[in-house]
């Protein structure tokens, strides 16, 4: 590949995982798998819809439920800057405008931004 290509290439890379009803365990898979892909030279990483939670009956979801700037997404966002590298993070539940709605958002994460 000729040199001026090979500055105007950003690698990118998807993550595939299986989340489950554990906040704690979804994010070490989470951490695994963006130190992999930092370490393989990828700028940004693309994680699946509801990569941080995945209910086992209806009605979990809720009360796991936070704003965007709650802790969930702080450790998130201090993993991309930690790692130096973009997290385009699927179906992340958010909370509404009240207790009882959510808001099913993808969120990009880079150091201090939320886009």
Not at 43 to 72: A, Q, R, T
């Amino acid at each position: 590949m000729e040199a001026a290509a090979m500055a105007n290439t950003v690698r990118v890379a998807t993550a595939q995982m299986t989340s489950v009803n554990d906040l704690s365990a979804n994010f070490a898979i989470c951490s695994r798998l963006v130190k992999e892909a930092a370490t393989a030279g990828a700028k940004l990483l693309c994680f699946p819809e509801n990569f941080s939670y995945v209910g086992s009956k209806s009605g979990d979801i809720l009360p796991i439920s936070e704003p965007i700037d709650g802790p969930i997404m702080d450790k998130y966002r201090s993993l991309a800057r930690d790692s130096r590298i973009w997290l385009s993070l699927g179906g992340f539940q958010e909370r509404g405008s009240d207790d009882s709605h959510l808001r099913n958002r993808r969120r990009r994460q880079h150091q201090e931004q939320i886009q």
